[in-house]
């Protein structure tokens, strides 16, 4: 069975810093690029915001969150993370990761997403 179990979402205030942690199963996640996708409450569909290849070696980031969110990856614990840093209140969202479609590195490659984990940014 397919799993992603994402982590470590709470409530933070503006300018602070949180570590998100989803942890992948039920397949080999090292065979691919993974990403971290949200919802923000106004949102009707899951946007991706950032990526890291197979290795962790490269990343990517939309303009929402450069320069302020760092990808990371460990394939030992089949795990990729995402610290955030200066967050601000529209970095509120549920956030979830999944691996990515050989064919567009933005896109999901698989249906099932999880629960994934609330933040909330808020003063």
């Known amino acids: 069975e397919v799993q992603f179990v994402a982590s470590g979402g709470d409530l933070v205030q503006p300018g602070g810093s949180l570590r998100l942690s989803c942890t992948a199963s039920?397949?080999?996640?090292?065979?691919?690029?993974m990403g971290w996708f949200r919802q923000a409450p106004d949102s009707l569909d899951r946007t991706f915001i950032a990526?890291?290849?197979?290795?962790?070696?490269?990343?990517y980031y939309t303009d929402a969150v450069k320069g302020r969110f760092t990808v990371s990856r460990d394939n030992a614990v089949n795990t990729i993370y995402l610290q955030m840093n200066d967050v601000k209140p529209e970095d509120t969202a549920v956030y979830y990761c999944n691996a990515l479609s050989y064919n567009d590195f933005s896109k999901p490659f698989f249906d099932f997403w999880g629960q994934g984990t609330q933040v909330t940014v808020s003063s």
């Open positions: 039920g397949f080999t996640s090292s065979s691919f690029y």
């Open positions: 990526r890291t290849d197979r290795s962790g070696q490269s990343t």
